[in-house]
């Protein structure tokens, strides 16, 4: 359904009054699944709209069954077809659908979507401005579809989710199947299930069973016949194995109603003796920032080209997985992460103020994008906040402490499995990993900062001036953890640092600290604060800041338009001197 739509701004609030989804005005055409803001949308207007309307058609054969998805709308959205309410949703970042029937007609129908997006700091915005114009490092707003939509044929009883947990080291995969209609009573009909994993084409475990309960589990072996080494096909940053899934839903009489075809990685991240470990062995993370906008497009990808392309740059410069940056991309990349080993660490936009609303917002949609993203192997890293936006005063306020918690265990009671980084930069409370935001600009103050920062823990000396204990702030004026909370020996990691950015002119334009006058500068500096962060032995990896510019912040490797800046030959050299 991406293409051509029917497009009007409803500045007067008039459309549902006048019932649009009846009789659409006339009105300008929008390209989805990109914003009205973006040059790409075809209308490129920058100035913020409360309300947006959009309409198109399509044809069908047959009444049966459609599925509508949207894969992402910010903020609010109500949906008709053929003037029909289908129902309505509010968050701006995960996936939603309806099913079309009864409302759908053989030939011609029509699709109307009202989208209401306000600028307020209560709803997760992540990078989005709720000024009128740019600031610091805050960008355009985006504003109605900016993911794709499309229609898929299914019947309303069908597996409407996969729940997807390997077990490495048993060679298991636990799958967890939820039906749409998950009413299963004594006197509903019997379901059955039959499930069979591949790999490479091979048949590896096959399943098959009644469907007893609201929902059902089984569990299948992963071991490959005539393989050497153990039998299952691990997921790694050097070999990610994919097995493919296919699991298939019958009723009573054996009839097949609905197959689903998925894949899953088989790997194993954890924390062991202070250390991230990626399938038992210690993981040292070289990741970059990266926040997923185009010059084009915003928060929008042009293409999966476009996708794939950011991803083998990546590579090419030597990281092995990247911090996608308040914002959660498009499902096509976080698949291609899967089928090239990149790492990913998957963050939750930011709300900007602290207020019962700002909370309810938060949390439903960060429960259902866990859900949504949860069957991915490069998935390794859960960060639901970043540097205390939105839970302001959290280093001395018992609420925001209190909501960083409920929410780390929320997140575990649905995924046990992944490290979760609280409130990542510093001001942690609850944290599987201590992170911290650092934007020193020298080698030598970063090695005088963090070299001997541990000696309290064997020494004795609590009061000694250590980052861990909160006996000194770094980054100017941060402390590592909130005022109840404490270092537990979680595995440290540098996650943003960096920030050059080369001289340019116009006060918008900046990167952090001094900017730099050539590629000489530029290599030497970089050189030098990656040296001294890798060799100091305790710290666990890095994210440097960042992969492109973005708008006003031009401290990315590369420009706008995907161009390096520097010698990336010279990146990967730097990075790979730590593995």
Same mark, same amino acid.
């Given at each position: 359904?991406?293409?051509?739509?029917?497009?009007?701004?409803?500045?007067?609030?008039?459309?549902?009054?006048?019932?649009?989804?009846?009789?659409?005005?006339?009105?300008?055409?929008?390209?989805?699944?990109?914003?009205?803001?973006?040059?790409?949308?075809?209308?490129?207007?920058?100035?913020?709209?409360?309300?947006?309307?959009?309409?198109?058609?399509?044809?069908?054969?047959?009444?049966?069954?459609?599925?509508?998805? *949207? !894969? &992402?709308?910010?903020?609010?959205?109500?949906?008709? $077809?053929? @003037? +029909?309410?289908?129902?309505?949703?509010?968050?701006?970042?995960?996936?939603?659908?309806?099913?079309?029937?009864?409302?759908?007609?053989?030939?011609?129908?029509?699709?109307?979507?009202?989208?209401?997006?306000?600028?307020?700091?209560?709803?997760?915005?992540?990078?989005?401005?709720?000024?009128?114009?740019?600031?610091?490092?805050?960008?355009?707003?985006?504003?109605?579809?900016?993911?794709?939509?499309?229609?898929?044929?299914?019947?309303?009883?069908?597996?409407?989710?996969?729940?997807?947990?390997?077990?490495?080291?048993?060679?298991?995969?636990?799958?967890?199947?939820?039906?749409?209609?998950?009413?299963?009573?004594?006197?509903?009909?019997?379901?059955?299930?039959?499930?069979?994993?591949? *790999? !490479? &084409?091979?048949?590896?475990?096959?399943?098959?069973? $009644?469907? @007893? +309960?609201?929902?059902?589990?089984?569990?299948?072996?992963?071991?490959?016949?005539?393989?050497?080494?153990?039998?299952?096909?691990?997921?790694?940053?050097?070999?990610?194995?994919?097995?493919?899934?296919?699991?298939?839903?019958?009723?009573?009489?054996?009839?097949?109603?609905?197959?689903?075809?998925?894949?899953?990685?088989?790997?194993?991240?954890?924390?062991?003796?202070?250390?991230?470990?990626?399938?038992?062995?210690?993981?040292?993370?070289?990741?970059?920032?990266?926040?997923?906008?185009?010059?084009?497009?915003?928060?929008?990808?042009?293409?999966?080209?476009?996708?794939?392309?950011?991803?083998?740059?990546?590579?090419?410069?030597?990281?092995?997985?990247?911090?996608?940056?308040?914002?959660? !991309?498009?499902?096509?990349?976080?698949?291609?992460?899967?089928?090239? @080993?990149?790492?990913?660490?998957?963050?939750?936009?930011?709300?900007?103020?602290?207020?019962?609303?700002?909370?309810?917002?938060?949390?439903?949609?960060?429960?259902?994008?866990?859900?949504?993203?949860?069957?991915?192997?490069?998935?390794?890293?859960?960060?639901?906040?970043?540097?205390?936006?939105?839970?302001?005063?959290?280093?001395?306020?018992?609420?925001?402490?209190?909501?960083?918690?409920?929410?780390?265990?929320?997140?575990?009671?649905?995924?046990?499995?992944?490290?979760?980084?609280?409130?990542?930069?510093?001001?942690?409370?609850?944290?599987?990993?201590?992170?911290?935001?650092?934007?020193?600009?020298?080698?030598?103050?970063?090695?005088?900062?963090?070299?001997?920062?541990?000696?309290?823990?064997?020494?004795?000396?609590?009061?000694?001036?250590?980052?861990?204990?909160?006996?000194?702030?770094?980054?100017?004026?941060?402390?590592?953890?909130?005022?109840?909370?404490?270092?537990?020996?979680?595995?440290?990691?540098?996650?943003?640092?960096?920030?050059?950015?080369?001289?340019?002119?116009?006060?918008?334009?900046?990167?952090?600290?001094?900017?730099?006058?050539?590629?000489?500068?530029?290599?030497?500096?970089?050189?030098?604060?990656?040296?001294?962060?890798?060799?100091?032995?305790?710290?666990?990896?890095?994210?440097?800041?960042?992969?492109?510019?973005?708008?006003?912040?031009?401290?990315?490797?590369?420009?706008?338009?995907?161009?390096?800046?520097?010698?990336?030959?010279?990146?990967?050299?730097?990075?790979?001197?730590?593995?």
């Amino acid at each position: 359904m991406d293409g051509k739509w029917k497009f009007s701004f409803d500045d007067q609030n008039e459309g549902l009054v006048s019932e649009w989804y009846n009789n659409f005005p006339a009105a300008q055409e929008i390209v989805v699944p990109f914003t009205y803001e973006t040059e790409l949308s075809g209308i490129n207007d920058p100035s913020h709209h409360k309300i947006v309307w959009y309409e198109r058609s399509f044809e069908v054969s047959g009444t049966d069954n459609q599925v509508l998805y *949207f !894969e &992402g709308v910010d903020f609010e959205s109500q949906v008709w $077809l053929n @003037g +029909h309410l289908l129902g309505s949703h509010k968050g701006g970042y995960e996936r939603f659908s309806f099913d079309l029937e009864p409302y759908l007609k053989s030939g011609e129908n029509i699709i109307t979507v009202r989208v209401e997006d306000s600028l307020s700091s209560e709803q997760p915005r992540g990078k989005q401005r709720w000024l009128k114009d740019n600031f610091a490092c805050w960008y355009v707003q985006s504003t109605g579809i900016w993911k794709s939509v499309w229609l898929e044929k299914a019947p309303v009883q069908r597996v409407d989710y996969l729940k997807l947990t390997p077990n490495l080291d048993l060679d298991l995969l636990e799958v967890e199947v939820e039906l749409k209609d998950a009413s299963v009573l004594p006197d509903t009909p019997n379901y059955f299930l039959e499930a069979e994993a591949t *790999f !490479e &084409g091979e048949l590896v475990s096959y399943h098959k069973g $009644l469907f @007893g +309960h609201n929902s059902a589990g089984f569990i299948l072996d992963t071991r490959v016949k005539g393989d050497a080494v153990g039998g299952t096909k691990v997921w790694g940053v050097q070999n990610p194995n994919l097995y493919d899934l296919n699991v298939r839903l019958y009723d009573e009489q054996g009839n097949l109603l609905d197959e689903v075809v998925s894949y899953f990685g088989m790997r194993k991240i954890a924390i062991e003796n202070g250390q991230v470990t990626l399938n038992n062995h210690s993981l040292y993370q070289r990741l970059i920032l990266d926040q997923g906008y185009w010059a084009e497009s915003g928060i929008t990808p042009p293409s999966v080209d476009a996708l794939e392309k950011d991803i083998d740059r990546i590579l090419e410069m030597g990281y092995n997985g990247l911090r996608k940056h308040q914002k959660l !991309e498009d499902e096509r990349f976080l698949y291609l992460c899967d089928a090239k @080993g990149v790492l990913v660490w998957s963050e939750m936009a930011a709300t900007y103020v602290f207020t019962d609303v700002a909370l309810a917002q938060y949390t439903n949609e960060w429960l259902q994008i866990v859900k949504q993203y949860y069957n991915h192997p490069s998935i390794i890293t859960w960060v639901p906040f970043n540097e205390s936006w939105g839970i302001k005063g959290i280093n001395s306020l018992e609420r925001p402490q209190k909501f960083t918690e409920g929410i780390y265990y929320l997140t575990k009671a649905i995924d046990p499995n992944r490290p979760i980084i609280t409130n990542d930069g510093w001001e942690h409370t609850i944290s599987d990993i201590l992170t911290l935001h650092d934007y020193e600009e020298t080698g030598e103050a970063f090695s005088k900062r963090y070299s001997d920062h541990r000696d309290y823990a064997t020494d004795g000396n609590s009061n000694k001036e250590k980052i861990v204990n909160n006996g000194k702030q770094f980054n100017r004026d941060w402390f590592a953890f909130a005022s109840n909370s404490s270092y537990k020996g979680q595995p440290i990691i540098i996650s943003e640092f960096g920030g050059i950015a080369f001289t340019a002119e116009g006060e918008k334009q900046w990167g952090y600290g001094s900017q730099v006058k050539n590629e000489a500068e530029f290599i030497s500096r970089f050189d030098k604060i990656h040296a001294a962060i890798q060799d100091i032995p305790y710290i666990s990896g890095y994210c440097y800041t960042q992969l492109t510019d973005v708008e006003q912040e031009i401290n990315g490797l590369l420009t706008p338009n995907r161009d390096a800046k520097i010698d990336l030959r010279e990146i990967k050299r730097i990075n790979e001197r730590r593995k």
